[in-house]
């Protein structure tokens, strides 16, 4: 048994998750105007990979129970054949952790951020990342990801195991 | 000038929204679980019809000031190569103004639903619609649209004009 792991979640940004894939938020970016004066745009925000020949985009609503702190994790996935966003339908905070896309990452590698309210993710291809966790309150996520043939789930445990995360 | 039509909305349900496009809710559907029991997944709520040879999904916020009732209707609008998605990001109401694919509808043909929080829509590709209507507040939308080539934007008078809509 591994000495117990505290991951400690910082801010998430564009910046710092880059490795693993989009933040999806309006901070930071121009907008457009639109609809006559009665709206603006905050354009293309994420990419969407998941049109392979067949391949095509999923729409889901998932809902996710709030966690306290501090989590244990309780294994990772990846999705090898597309990309997953999830953009929650209320400002409440959650937490992220992911890991390299490639070989099981080593629990050291693994990354937590804490999304403080309106700014949803997009994981690329094949990035390890911890099943959502929400914090304060059941929390509702619109969720982009691949529909389609072939086995786009793996999982698997976190070698060493006896990770918890604090914010 | 035509004499003042006023439209009646209706509350927006999936079977009176059909002709149109998707509703995206919960409502209706049977979740399945996932996540080791925190989470909870309504899954393939809308078609994203983008993906054509040039076609790729599109993913932005769009930001609409609120409008009062009863709201005067400016133009119709459609996108020929592909759906569009609106998903509010915080349950507030909405005014969806929807007329059928293909010629630009009579003032007549034209329908409205009102969506009371929690529930998005999927413009089918070609429907006519009114630009996104917010009524209490600032209301952020996750969007889902086609990004590529070619001209995805008609717009158009509506025929005689003088359309308001009430709830």
């Not at 970016?29 to 994420?46: C, K, S, T, V």
């Not at 070989?103 to 951020?113: D, G, K, M, N």
Request: include cysteine; hydrophobic fraction near 40%.
């Amino acid at each position: 048994m591994s000495e117990l792991l505290t991951l400690h979640a910082n801010p998430l940004t564009r910046e710092a998750f880059a490795p693993y894939g989009d933040v999806i938020e309006m901070q930071g970016h121009e907008p457009a105007p639109m609809n006559q004066g009665w709206g603006e745009r905050y354009a293309d925000l994420a990419r969407v990979d998941v049109a392979d020949a067949d391949g095509e985009p999923r729409i889901c609503i998932v809902r996710s129970l709030p966690e306290s702190i501090p989590v244990p994790l309780r294994l990772i996935e990846r999705h090898p054949l597309g990309s997953q966003i999830f953009m929650p339908l209320a400002p409440q905070p959650f937490l992220v952790v992911v890991g390299p896309a490639g070989e099981v990452p080593a629990r050291e590698q693994l990354e937590a951020f804490v999304s403080t309210g309106g700014q949803g993710v997009n994981y690329h291809k094949g990035v390890w990342h911890h099943p959502m966790i929400a914090l304060d309150a059941v929390t509702d996520f619109i969720t982009i990801d691949r529909k389609g043939p072939g086995d786009n789930c793996d999982e698997a445990d976190i070698p060493g195991g006896g990770v918890q995360v604090r914010v």
